[in-house]
């Protein structure tokens, strides 16, 4: 799988899930171009923007700015070795969406 596939499929899956739980939470989205932005309740944003010219993908939340790189089977933060899953779980849950998982 090429790294534009990995964004593709990574952005589409969390497109998906927000789609999935928007019923229980209240949380908005856009998504355009290989960028993500999740509103949430209280007007705090984050942001999942893909980086091809490093082949990253990055996530800007209220904590910093996270760059993700694929290793092996998933995305992983290169400060603090999180996978995508977890460093979005952690961020939502800092800005005030407790308990949401993609």
Do not use: K
Not at 2 to 16: H, M, S
Not at 30 to 35: E, K, L, N, P, Q
Not at 62 to 84: K, V
Request: charged share 30%; proline share 1%.
């Amino acid at each position: 799988m090429t790294y534009a596939d990995r964004i593709e499929v990574t952005l589409r899956r969390i497109e998906d899930r927000i789609m999935a739980i928007e019923d229980e939470v209240d949380i908005d989205y856009r998504a355009a171009d290989g960028m993500l932005e999740m509103i949430l309740p209280q007007g705090s944003r984050v942001i999942i923007n893909r980086q091809a010219a490093v082949e990253e993908l990055w996530l800007a939340a209220r904590s910093g700015g996270y760059h993700l790189s694929w290793q092996g089977d998933d995305w992983f933060c290169a400060t603090t070795g999180e996978t995508l899953e977890s460093l979005l779980r952690r961020v939502l849950d800092e800005q005030g969406l407790a308990g949401v998982a993609f």
